[in-house]
């Protein structure tokens, strides 16, 4: 499976914009993008996913790199419930399965 | 919408049991996954069911099983259960799965062996 890097933990105020990260470098052509996040004492939580183009939804939005070796999740307006654990994963299709890594810990200051 | 459903939330067992969790997910998806998360281990893929096949597995011992019905819900079993067994198991439901739209995951079952 394609590994996903991305920063341990981030830090945000609320009400202001957070950009989290994802390195994948080595992604290949049919490789979607997924973010997932997960609330405390919850299932994950499907955000967004994209292929090539970025993306917009009600949530977040999805800045993919021209060279699709990274992407950045965009929350637009942080809020406490955003607080979480963020998921860039990678997703062929053809194994049926999300290959979590230990994503980015999220924690919003009010 | 109801969403993926998993029953029971909660459960000790003792060494040496077996137990079985049960997932129902959204009305008319096909596709059902399991996963197992641990402090240790993060989450795991342990196995994905559609239309009663198992598809893929990921890298669980035998003692971990799952199985489809017809109406799409599953359930999985684990036999002979061990200390490092205790964990939040979750089910994530799909459309076909084989598709990138997004999986819709339960609460989970959160299973401690003692």
């Known amino acids: 499976d394609a590994k996903t890097t991305q920063p341990n933990s981030m830090e945000s105020n609320e009400e202001e914009p957070v950009h989290l990260p994802c390195n994948h470098s080595?992604?290949?052509?049919?490789?979607?993008i997924h973010w997932y996040r997960q609330l405390p004492s919850q299932g994950p939580e499907y955000v967004i996913h994209?292929?090539?183009s970025n993306v917009n939804n009600r949530m977040a939005s999805l800045a993919i790199a021209e060279d699709r070796k990274s992407s950045t999740l965009i929350l637009h307006r942080a809020t406490l419930r955003d607080a979480a654990v963020y998921y860039c994963?990678?997703?062929?299709?053809?194994?049926?399965?999300?290959?979590f890594g230990k994503g980015t810990l999220l924690t919003v200051n009010p | 919408k109801a969403g993926v459903t998993q029953t029971p939330r909660y459960l000790i067992k003792t060494r040496g049991q077996q137990v079985t969790l049960s997932c129902s997910p959204i009305?008319?998806?096909?596709?059902v996954s399991w996963y197992q998360q641990t402090p240790g281990q993060g989450l795991q893929f342990l196995f994905e069911?559609?239309?009663?096949?198992?598809?893929n597995k990921g890298n669980f011992p035998g003692r971990f099983s799952g199985r489809q019905f017809s109406n799409s819900r599953s359930e999985m079993n684990v036999s002979t259960l061990e200390l490092g067994d205790s964990a939040l198991y979750l089910c994530?439901?799909?459309?076909?799965?084989?598709?990138?739209?997004?999986?819709?995951f339960g609460s989970g079952t959160r299973l401690t062996v003692v």
């Open positions: 009305s008319g998806h096909r596709s």
């Open positions: 994530a439901s799909s459309l076909v799965g084989d598709r990138p739209y997004g999986y819709t």
């Open positions: 069911y559609f239309s009663e096949t198992q598809r």
């Open positions: 080595t992604i290949s052509g049919t490789d979607y």
């Open positions: 994963i990678l997703w062929g299709g053809s194994n049926y399965k999300l290959t």
């Open positions: 994209g292929l090539t």
